[in-house]
């Protein structure tokens, strides 16, 4: 039994979505090539104003994974007397 073309193209985009998400550098070429989707269509899937913004909150959710690193390399870099540093990590926290 095969997927209906409807749902087959709606998970294609799906999966341009993640893969531009994941990787924003990634060309057209190189995602037509592995999802066999014509490289036109991911051209005006990826300049859809409903897809930039998907990819975009798709991009918030992974990137904001990373936040807990980034604060903590940050608290580091001030312990080390970065001023800059410390004056961030004090803002993030409500305290300066």
């Not at 970065?82 to 990590?89: F, G, I, P, Q, S």
Request: no cysteine.
């Amino acid at each position: 039994m095969s997927i209906p073309a409807k749902a087959e193209n709606a998970l294609k985009k799906k999966l341009v979505r993640e893969w531009i998400a994941v990787d924003p550098d990634a060309t057209n070429r190189a995602i037509s090539n592995k999802l066999g989707v014509n490289e036109s269509t991911i051209g005006l899937w990826r300049n859809d104003p409903k897809e930039i913004e998907a990819t975009y909150d798709r991009y918030m959710e992974i990137a904001g994974k990373e936040l807990p690193l980034v604060i903590t390399a940050m608290l580091e870099e001030a312990k080390m007397g970065n001023t800059r540093a410390a004056e961030l990590v004090l803002k993030h926290f409500g305290k300066l």
